[in-house]
Each structure stands twice: as C-alpha cells, then as structure tokens.
C-alpha cells in the first residue's frame, strides 16, 4: 500500500485557498489559449515553438492535503502494527492552531519550478514536531522514509518538465485563510492513477 499521513483543512479555509487557485488556473488556462491562437511566428527559444502559457496541472479540490508524513510503499501485514505505533504517537502531541499563508515552489529555484504549492503559518513548529515524531515511530516499524526535509505545503499544481512559475510564486503572497485547529490526523492511502485517488484508512485525534 502506498501511504502517507495528512492533514486535512476544513471547508472555510479550502474556500480560501480555492478563490486564489482558481484565478490562477484562469489566468494559466487563458495563456495557454491565447497561445494557441496565436499565429505572429513568436517563439519560445531555438525550437520556434508558440509561447504558449504555463500549461500546469491543477490538482482538484478533494486532494488538498498537508502530509505531515510520506510512508511511500508498506507491505500489508506491516499496517496494522504501524496503525498502532502512529496512533500511540499522534496522542502524545497537542492540537495546533495553523492557516494557509503564502505560497513556494520545489525546488526553490522559482525559474525552473515543478511543483506550485501554499504555505503554512501558526503553530508550524507543533507540526514539525508531530512529523519528527511520526517519522521516528515508523521507522521502529521497519518502513524505509527518505531523508528530505520536512516543508508543511498544499500542493496546488505541478509541471513537467519544470517551467517558471515565479509570477505564481509571488501571487500566492496574498494568500491567508482563517486559522484553524489540526485536532486530528489521516492515515490516507493513495490510489493514483485511479479515481478517486486519496482513501482514508485511518483517523487519530491529537491530544
């Protein structure tokens, strides 16, 4: 099964960070067709292709999420002692008040971008506390995790190959949600490509 841990915002502040996707995926999207449309001969470089615009792929609602942990691939018979161990860990940390501020790109560098997403602000210490932990308790339960930083981020939209999205990067910078409070974490298993993509397995309350 391949898994991860998520928070999920609630209602109001999605409606937030939906008002700020959707002009910039309408903004994305009337490039791109202008573009098309376009038969002035400009170019992008040495290919002579349209300039076209950016062309992401905007992730839809129902898949916001913040992962608090990636578990990647985990053999079934491990999930069930795994569930426990996360669980045990989830109580041991208190509730967090967070909001949606603000956005980046991976990789930092916003001129060769892959992936668009929003921010955090509040508490982000309790939650990278709560990712520490949850990393430490899986690996007790043989799960291999890679070593990259955790960053708390939503992921908007992604590119392939990476493109510029520095213009994205800066209109995400008025970006801010009401806060809310994390009082609980998801066990979600994903099903990508198939639809739909995210199923949860498991929900434990924080402390």
């Not at 996707?21 to 002579?48: H, I, Q």
Request: aromatic share 6%; net charge positive.
């Amino acid at each position: 099964m391949r898994l991860f841990v998520a928070v999920y915002p609630p209602k109001e502040v999605l409606d937030e960070v939906a008002r700020a996707a959707d002009a910039l995926s309408a903004a994305d999207g009337l490039a791109v067709a202008r573009g098309a449309l376009d038969t002035s001969g400009r170019s992008d470089g040495p290919g002579g292709r349209p300039r076209l615009g950016l062309g992401l792929r905007w992730r839809d609602r129902a898949e916001w999420h913040f992962t608090v942990l990636f578990l990647g691939d985990v053999d079934a018979p491990g999930v069930p002692p795994l569930q426990e161990r996360l669980a045990a860990e989830a109580a041991r940390h208190e509730r967090m008040s967070v909001a949606v501020r603000g956005g980046g790109t991976f990789p930092g560098d916003t001129g060769q971008a892959s992936v668009l997403w929003a921010g955090l602000e509040g508490d982000v210490d309790g939650m990278t506390a709560l990712a520490a932990g949850l990393r430490k308790v899986a690996r007790k339960s043989g799960v291999r995790l890679d070593r990259r930083a955790f960053v708390p981020h939503l992921t908007l939209a992604s590119s392939r190959p990476p493109t510029d999205m520095t213009a994205l990067r800066y209109a995400l910078g008025g970006l801010a949600t009401p806060f809310w409070t994390v009082d609980a974490i998801h066990l979600v298993r994903s099903h990508h490509p198939a639809r739909p993509r995210y199923e949860t397995l498991a929900t434990w309350a924080l402390s």
